[in-house]
Structure formats: structure tokens, C-alpha cells
């Protein structure tokens, strides 16, 4: 496509697109309130400790998909959620990690831990009540600098 020329009617998704629909994967249960992340091929499924995942947001459904893969859909939001911080000491997520990455530790667990796992997104509270995450917005960690 070539610049334009003249103005253009862009169109803007409602509300940002913060709730979205998500394919299914096969064989999967997806809790409300839980981690959703996406796996390589496109599918919906619990966020869980694995390299190469996306996380989507907070499931705002419980969603069982008994049969082959995107049989059933589940609904999304993206946003800023609570969730549980690692109960490994060396693991927890804390102050100094604000404004950083925290990763995927189960469906309902982020930590500092990245071997072996997927961004969940980018910390911007931790208390009693948990770590507050930023997710669904397509945050990855930045690669290590060289030494």
C-alpha cells in the first residue's frame, strides 16, 4: 500500500479490544479468573510454566472444550489482574521487580523465575493481597544484555 494522500476513516475497536474471544484448545479446561495464555498454534489454554507461550489475559468464563481444537471459544479481558506470587522463596516476585516482567507459573501464579517459562506481563503492584500484573498487551522481556 502506498502513503496516504487524502484522510482516512481508521476504525477503532470498542473499548480497545480489552475483552476477547479465544479459541479453545482441544481437550482443555479453562477456569474462570485464571491465566490464559496462547500456544503456537493459536489456541486458547491455562497458563502454565512452558517456554513459548502468550499470555492473553483473565479468563472471564469457565470454559470446557471436550472436543477437537477452537470447538469452543472462551472470553478474555485484558487488563491489570491480581494474581498469586510463587510460594518458592527465591521465586517470589517483590518491590525491585516493579515495573519489570514476572513469568507463568501455573494458571494462577506468576513468579521472577524466566527459565523454562512465558512472560505473564509486566508488574506494576506487589502486596499481601499479591502480585498485580499488566497483561494481554503483547509485553515480552527484554533480551539479556551481552557482556
Do not use: W
Not at 16 to 32: C, D, E, M, R, W
Not at 71 to 91: L, Y
Not at 119 to 125: C, F, K, S, T
Not at 129 to 140: D, L, N, P, R, S
Request: proline fraction near 4%; glycine fraction near 10%.
Amino acid at each position: 500500500m502506498a502513503k496516504l494522500t487524502a484522510p482516512r476513516d481508521t476504525h477503532e475497536i470498542a473499548s480497545g479490544a480489552t475483552s476477547i474471544v479465544l479459541p479453545v484448545k482441544a481437550a482443555t479446561t479453562i477456569y474462570q479468573g485464571s491465566i490464559v495464555a496462547i500456544d503456537a498454534d493459536g489456541y486458547a489454554l491455562p497458563g502454565k510454566k512452558a517456554a513459548g507461550l502468550k499470555a492473553a489475559g483473565r479468563a472471564e468464563e469457565t470454559v470446557e472444550n471436550t472436543g477437537k481444537d477452537g470447538e469452543a471459544v472462551v472470553r478474555v479481558k485484558r487488563g491489570v489482574f491480581v494474581f498469586d506470587n510463587s510460594a518458592t522463596a527465591a521465586n517470589k516476585v517483590g518491590p525491585a521487580d516493579i515495573l519489570g516482567p514476572c513469568y507463568i507459573e501455573d494458571d494462577q501464579t506468576v513468579t521472577k523465575a524466566a527459565t523454562g517459562a512465558s512472560v505473564a506481563g509486566l508488574v506494576v503492584r506487589v502486596d499481601d493481597e499479591g502480585v498485580a500484573v499488566e497483561m494481554g498487551f503483547g509485553y515480552t522481556a527484554p533480551a539479556a544484555a551481552a557482556s
